[in-house]
Nanobody, 129 residues
Framework: QAQLVESGGGLVQPGGSLKLSCVAS????????IGWFRQVPGKEREGVAC?????????YYADSVKGRFTVSRDNAASTIYLQINNLKPNDTAVYHC?????????????????????WGQGTQVTVSS
């Protein structure tokens, strides 16, 4: 049974950093495009950082997180990461990882959730002083 499980969320002060992890099981991660999405109650889910399944591991970042968020993967460990630096209060959200066996661009994965097969249950990130 395919599954994604996130961890690493928490309460952080503005300007702080977090590293989210997402462990995949039940499928071979290296054949999948991956992404991190966030959702705030009452708002649409937003794709913030995605990576395609190519050898180049092309990435896409939402404008709101460029320069602060970095998506990465360790296929041997079946784990996806999201490094978040310089956290801001409006980064507060539930963060979900996702994976899809799709040959498409990282931008399409993030902007249209194209080809996503699996979602994690989410981890809460709260940025507050």
């Amino acid at each position: 049974q395919a599954q994604l499980v996130e961890s690493g969320g928490g309460l952080v002060q503005p300007g702080g950093s977090l590293k989210l992890s997402c462990v995949a099981s039940g499928f071979t991660l290296d054949r999948y495009a991956i992404g991190w999405f966030r959702q705030v109650p009452g708002k649409e889910r937003e794709g913030v950082a995605c990576m395609d399944s190519s050898r180049d591991s092309n990435q896409y970042y939402a404008d709101s997180v460029k320069g602060r968020f970095t998506v990465s993967r360790d296929n041997a460990a079946s784990t996806i990461y999201l490094q978040i630096n310089n956290l801001k209060p409006n980064d507060t959200a539930v963060y979900h990882c996702a994976a899809g066996r799709t040959i498409t661009t990282a931008q399409r994965v993030c902007q249209w959730e194209f080809g996503i097969d699996y979602w994690g249950q989410g981890t809460q990130v709260t940025v507050s002083s």
